[in-house]
């Protein structure tokens, strides 16, 4: 079952003022919210953690306070070993690779990337249940917790180009930037920090090569220990469709993103009655209706973000999918929705900056 690291929780509970007793209780006031039960790592099931969002979002209205609330109470050192890798990487470029490779010993159901291959450079965010109430929040905690901390353990000041966000705003957009002192974007294709040119360049405070060198061998082992709580179809998906706008990656790639060696992944993989190549295909033609339906990116340009570098190749793949050509299924009625002027810009100047 997806989990969460119990932090989380804990830190949510201390932006709205709930306790967390020792038992595992939820509580506001004498009420019982819920009931956590942690399992030796210290995790508590994803049902959880968005039934606790869900019902922050139905009792506290003003949700720019309970993020900003939220970014305050939950500290990198949170994080454990994680955390102190993070800090004690060289760079900030180096802080988010960890991010990108660990963040799963922390939660299955976030997976961040860093893109660099676009401009401004991004850390994205995806994963999570679909349509699952809360994840909005989820979102906007997530991303206003990172931008807080990484403030803090970079040394000197730190210009972020803007924070996106795929869901409309929920209050008055500049107090959304006002609070986190840069340009906050809603409706947008995705959930990211972008970072201002130079940024991920930074050093930080406490940069210690040997120190996060260190930390990582014991991340390694514990990634490469820890029994997945989720299928490994479903991390793999989770990769996949967050960077496919960058090229399909190798199966060695994402094996180590796993914390497992390339012979293990394709083990495991067969294990489960899946292939690599099987799942690939599965999340190019998912990220293609997807895209069909809900954006008006042209048919090029789905195909550069669904990881096609020709579109004659990805008309084809697609009709061996669908039985249809691409324009034919976004022609199909009711297959387009409309979409923000936000999110067309935000998904093509996405393609046509990965395209130069």
């Known amino acids: 079952m997806p989990s969460v690291t119990i932090a989380f929780i804990r830190a949510l509970s201390a932006a709205v003022d709930l306790t967390v007793a020792e038992d595992g209780a939820?509580?506001?006031?004498?009420?019982?919210?819920?009931?956590?039960?942690?399992?030796?790592?210290?995790?508590?099931?994803?049902?959880?953690?968005f039934a606790l969002l869900a019902w922050i979002e139905d009792h506290r209205p003003d949700r720019l306070s309970v993020v900003s609330a939220y970014a305050a109470a939950i500290g990198i050192d949170d994080l454990g070993a994680l955390g102190l890798a993070i800090k004690t990487a060289p760079t900030l470029r180096a802080s988010l690779e960890r991010v990108e490779r660990y963040f799963l010993l922390l939660t299955d159901t976030a997976l961040y990337r860093l893109?660099?291959?676009?401009?401004?450079?991004r850390l994205i965010l995806k994963g999570g249940p679909a349509n699952a109430p809360g994840l909005q929040l989820r979102a906007e905690c997530a991303l206003y917790a990172f931008a807080r901390n990484m403030r803090l353990f970079v040394d000197g000041p730190l210009d972020l180009a803007h924070v996106s966000f795929r869901h409309p705003c929920s209050g008055a957009p500049d107090r959304y930037?006002?609070?986190?002192?840069?340009?906050?974007?809603?409706?947008?294709q995705e959930d990211a920090i972008a970072f201002a040119p130079g940024a991920l360049d930074r050093r930080n405070?406490?940069?210690?090569?040997?120190?996060?060198?260190?930390?990582?061998?014991?991340?390694?082992?514990?990634?490469g220990s820890r029994a997945p709580t989720a299928s490994l179809r479903h991390h793999v998906l989770q990769h996949l469709e967050a960077g496919l706008s960058a090229g399909i990656p190798q199966a060695s790639t994402v094996a180590r993103h796993l914390g497992m060696s390339e012979r293990t992944f394709f083990r495991r993989l067969a294990d489960e009655g899946q292939t690599f190549?099987?799942?690939?295909?599965?999340?190019?033609?998912?990220?293609?209706?997807?895209?069909?339906?809900?954006?008006?990116?042209?048919?090029a340009e789905i195909a550069f973000l669904t990881g096609f570098s020709e579109q004659s190749t990805f008309a084809r793949a697609f009709k061996r999918w669908e039985g249809v050509a691409p324009a034919q299924y976004r022609a199909q009625p009711g297959a387009p929705l409309a979409a923000s002027a936000k999110t067309l810009a935000g998904a093509t100047d996405t393609a046509r900056e990965g395209a130069r």
């Open 26 to 49: 939820v509580r506001t006031g004498s009420d019982t919210l819920l009931f956590l039960t942690p399992d030796s790592n210290g995790h508590v099931s994803d049902q959880a953690f």
């Open 115 to 121: 893109e660099e291959c676009t401009s401004p450079p």
């Open 177 to 188: 930037a006002a609070a986190l002192g840069c340009p906050v974007v809603f409706g947008a």
């Open 205 to 223: 405070r406490l940069g210690d090569a040997a120190v996060s060198e260190f930390l990582i061998a014991h991340l390694d082992t514990e990634l």
């Open 277 to 299: 190549r099987d799942l690939v295909s599965e999340a190019q033609s998912d990220l293609a209706r997807s895209l069909l339906r809900t954006s008006r990116c042209s048919i």
